[in-house]
Antibody, heavy 134, light 110 residues
Framework: QLQLQESGPGLVKPSETLSLICTVS??????????WGWIRQPPGKGLEWIGS???????YYNPSLRSRVVISIDTSKNQFSLQLSSVTAADTALYYC??????????????????????????WGKGTTVTVTS | QSVLTQPPSESGTPGQGVTISCSGS????????VNWYQQLPGTAPELLIY???QRPSGVPDRFSGSKSGTSASLAISGLQSEDEADYYC???????????FGTGSRVTVL
């Protein structure tokens, strides 16, 4: 059974870089149909997608965070990581990693077959809290 | 900032049904499939519905999803106390080239 586990410092100083690792167990991080993503949730607020990475190293970032985010992957360790630079108190949140599944599906409507793209995050880690404080 | 809009809360008594709406735009719900996540208090979100109306293994059929145009809905029938949670819709946004989440809806069982 696939499991994900976040790890990293719980406290980060303002203007420094937040670094987290997600360790994947029970499956290979190199599976072609999977990307791997980071999501965060500030205290008492909703979910925000940070970005995702493919086993080849290609990635997608939230435009609002792109200038500060780097997500990388280490297939030899079955891990992927998040670095968020120049942090402020607004980056205080619960950070989750997740498997990001993408592909193409087909359905039939009134006898016509059409293709569609699907995207979803189906397995999540338990999350790790990061507090930005001096 | 959430791009998908949900009502802040919904409630019902045990056995009743509730429906949560999720409003988006042509670049997200209008073009891509919708997912729903359930977040029980103090836990990580769990995938409840994917590809508009598909349930992962283990999710009761009391939960169902639908999509029409740029909006989607999650219906919970036969409400149970363990359904008290926050529910989030999500979709891929072609303009942002990334995922967008809904604002979240808290379901309370009275």
């Amino acid at each position: 059974q696939l499991q994900l586990q976040e790890s990293g410092p719980g406290l980060v100083k303002p203007s420094e870089t937040l670094s987290l690792i997600c360790t994947v167990s029970g499956g290979s991080i190199s599976t072609r149909s999977n990307h791997w993503g980071w999501i965060r949730q500030p205290p008492g607020k909703g979910l925000e997608w940070i970005g995702s990475v493919y086993y080849s190293g290609s990635n997608y970032y939230n435009p609002s965070l792109r200038s500060r985010v780097v997500i990388s992957i280490d297939t030899s360790k079955n891990q992927f990581s998040l670095q968020l630079s120049s942090v402020t108190a607004a980056d205080t949140a619960l950070y989750y990693c997740a498997r990001d599944v993408r592909g193409k599906g087909r359905n039939m409507v009134r006898g016509v077959i059409s293709e569609y793209n699907y995207y979803y995050m189906d397995v999540w880690g338990k999350g790790t809290t990061v507090t930005v404080t001096s | 900032q959430s791009v998908l809009t949900q009502p802040p809360s919904e409630s019902g008594t045990p056995g009743q049904g509730v429906t949560i709406s999720c409003s988006g735009s042509t670049s997200n719900i209008g073009r891509n499939t919708v997912n729903w996540y359930q977040q029980l208090p103090g836990t990580a979100p769990e995938l409840l519905i994917y590809s508009n109306n598909q349930r992962p293994s283990g999710v009761p059929d009391r939960f169902s999803g639908s999509k029409s145009g740029t909006s989607a809905s999650l219906a919970i029938s036969g409400l149970q106390s363990e359904d008290e949670a926050d529910y989030y819709c999500a979709a891929w946004d072609d303009s942002l080239n990334g995922y967008v989440f809904g604002t979240g809806s808290r379901v309370t069982v009275l």
